[in-house]
């Protein structure tokens, strides 16, 4: 009996840098082919008697943006006052898309979370104390899987 075709890739760096997986996944494309399933392992496993299945991740938002205000570069010594502060543009920029004092997102890049979806989390949380009260968050910091 036959068994299916099965190739695993591991990418092991770390939030974000995938630098090894891009070179593996260039280099080996023709072995790899073109997969029926990919499976992305990246949430942390609670105990090791729990099987730990994602259902959803947080969303992405990738752009490039790049502020100039001059031809050249200019030390603020000599230009500081004078000609604008990119970094106060990209800011006022970035805050059409997110509100800093409140973390949320504008309207447009927000979806319906369903009902379940916090359930699931309320469930999770009173099953395993280390996502509320194991966080090393400030006092003041609000939980952001109950805010409703």
């Known amino acids: 009996m036959s068994h299916p075709r099965c190739t695993i890739t591991i990418e092991g760096s770390e939030e974000g840098e995938i630098d090894d997986l891009l070179h593996y996944l260039k280099h080996y494309k023709t072995d790899i082919g073109n997969p029926n399933l990919i ?4 949430a942390g496993a609670y105990t090791e008697d729990t099987l730990t299945v994602t259902n959803s991740l947080r969303g992405c938002l990738n ?5 100039s205000v001059g031809s050249n570069h200019c030390h603020s010594g000599v230009s500081g006052g004078i000609i604008p ?20 997102m504008i309207d447009e890049f927000q979806v319906e979370i369903p009902k379940f979806s916090y359930e699931q989390c309320h469930k999770l949380a009173r099953k395993f104390p280390m996502l509320t009260e194991g966080l090393p968050m400030l006092p003041g910091v609000k ?3 109950f805010k409703h």
């Open 85 to 104: 502060q990119t970094y106060q543009i990209l800011s006022r920029i970035l805050q059409r898309v997110q509100n800093f004092e409140t973390q949320d």
């Open 39 to 42: 499976i992305c392992l990246d």
């Open 63 to 67: 752009f490039d943006l790049k502020v």
């Open 143 to 145: 939980n952001q899987a």
